[in-house]
């Protein structure tokens, strides 16, 4: 069965410091895989997405996300946190047996510290 | 958010009472989604339409109805079979179905049942 994981609930970082939000994903093919941000009581965001080539993908507001096919990983990445940038975030990966359709994440919250 | 709006913000219903909630993109997308996103948990997909007069139920369609009459326009009615609606809905479109397009989200409309 297709899935993906975010296995922490919470994440918490010090304004400044590098900060990582991890996924695992679970696919029986090639996975397209996204990021997503979500402001309270908003919409979510695109951040970036893995479809194919190079591994670490650059998205927007300085984020980015490595890819690893042997660790069936896509973390999000961004080299130095700003309070900013605390919100929720979904991974998403997408089903290629089930029509294309997304499969998410239950989020994690991140919190930037000043 | 760009490009997807979401009315009403805010809906409160009465139990037995059926609600819609509108959705409508500028964007030109072939494709739209409803989704269903509870507290601690990744976004749940209610309808998709990938072309107009054409939608197909999504994970938890139950208590749900669509139309798909305009490009642009993807109605979602709550009815009154749905026994727990309340819950942050988010209304998405995309290019289609190839398997790498984005889904780019409005604003959502928070619904509560008194």
């Known amino acids: 069965a297709q899935s993906v994981a975010q296995p922490e609930d919470q994440v918490n970082v010090a304004e400044g410091n590098p900060l990582t939000v991890k996924c695992t994903y679970s696919?029986?093919?090639?996975?397209?895989l996204f990021w997503y941000v979500q402001y309270p009581n908003r919409g979510l965001q695109f951040l970036l997405k893995?479809?194919?080539?190079d591994n670490l993908v650059k998205g927007s507001y300085g984020f980015e996300a490595e890819f690893n096919k042997s660790q069936t990983s896509f973390h999000l990445k961004k080299p130095s946190a700003l309070v900013s940038d605390s919100a929720l975030y979904f991974c998403?990966?997408?089903?290629?047996?089930?029509?294309?359709?997304?499969?998410w994440g239950a989020g994690t919250k991140l919190i930037i510290k000043p | 958010d760009g490009g997807i709006t979401q009315s009403p913000k805010y809906l409160f219903r009465k139990e037995g009472q059926n609600v819609t909630l509108s959705c409508e993109q500028n964007l030109n997308h072939d494709a739209m989604y409803w989704y269903r996103q509870d507290p601690g948990q990744g976004l749940r997909l209610i309808y998709y339409s990938q072309i107009v007069n054409d939608f197909q139920k999504g994970d938890i369609a139950e208590g749900y109805s669509v139309s798909r009459e305009k490009k642009e326009s993807f109605p979602l009615t709550v009815t009154s079979a749905q026994k727990n609606p309340t819950a942050f809905y988010l209304c998405a479109s995309g290019e289609g179905s190839s398997g790498t397009d984005t889904q780019y989200f409005g604003p959502g409309t928070r619904l509560t049942v008194l």
């Open positions: 893995y479809i194919t080539g």
């Open positions: 696919v029986s093919g090639n996975p397209y």
């Open positions: 998403a990966v997408r089903d290629l047996d089930s029509n294309y359709q997304l499969i």
